[in-house]
């Protein structure tokens, strides 16, 4: 999949209402989830691994592929999940997608553990269930290989390698404004936040939630619905990132999405 790694990174966009000012510290996430975490577990979790992008790298049937080729001789395989997930306990799996550690490697190529480490225990699970019902397919793929244009993303931030930046997520969270919002911000959280910037301030494929007040909120809606700007243009690969990972959120969570986001005008993050 060539063109995996922009769509998974790059998901939100924020508009603006209220004169907040965002602010770069720790707060936890409130104890949300994402709609259905009550009913049935695999259902559940299959639904956000669209929403959070896994098949987006890892391919509709999971089964994995190339999705970067470097001519200088690096290359960037997702993982066959299907083959490659039951060779993993609940507590490895789940350390995977927390930490980016896993049992047997020392470095995991852009697996997103920064912004997964915040989901909720019930959606965690529910996404290590539907995960365990993949059935053995396709083949295994080669693993990572440095080169020049590799190193380079690497250097740039758009890959990373393992737990690198999950510290940092941890400790820099998008800012908390109050129960009635807490849905949003958790969706902002393990979405928006990938691209935008662990408190969403910005980070290298995306800007920073800064002056987008004057879009309003219709605006906005069409970003996360369409990808697109009121001309009809793309809006780079949010064009993608709709279509395929937003489109699966339910129309109360996109209104809650929304909600968060417009309380964010006018912010200013130094990540």
Partial sequence: MKNGI??????????????????????????????????NPVRHGERLGTVLGCNS??????QGGSYSDDPDGGFIFASNLTRRVSALGDRELEALLREGVHPRRDALWYMPARTLQRLSDRDMKAL????????????????????????????????????AQVKRYAEHMPPDRGAALAK????????????HGAALGGGTAAPPIDRIAEKGREQLAMVL?????????AHGVMRYVAARNLSALTERENEALLDYLMTLGDARVSE
């Fill in 6 to 39: 922009a769509i998974i990174v790059a998901v939100g966009l924020a508009a603006a209402g209220c004169n907040y000012a965002l602010e770069d510290r720790a707060i936890p996430l409130a104890q949300a989830s994402f709609d259905g975490a009550s009913g």
């Fill in 184 to 195: 949003g911000r958790y969706i902002a959280a393990v979405t928006c936040a990938e691209c």
């Fill in 225 to 233: 619905r369409t990808g697109t700007r009121p001309d009809g243009s």
């Fill in 128 to 163: 290590i269930a539907f995960l365990r019902t993949l059935r053995p397919a396709g083949r295994d793929w080669p693993l990572p290989a440095d080169g020049p244009a590799t190193e380079a993303l690497l250097g740039y931030g758009i890959l990373d390698k393992g737990p």
């Fill in 57 to 62: 790298c890892h391919g509709a049937d999971y």
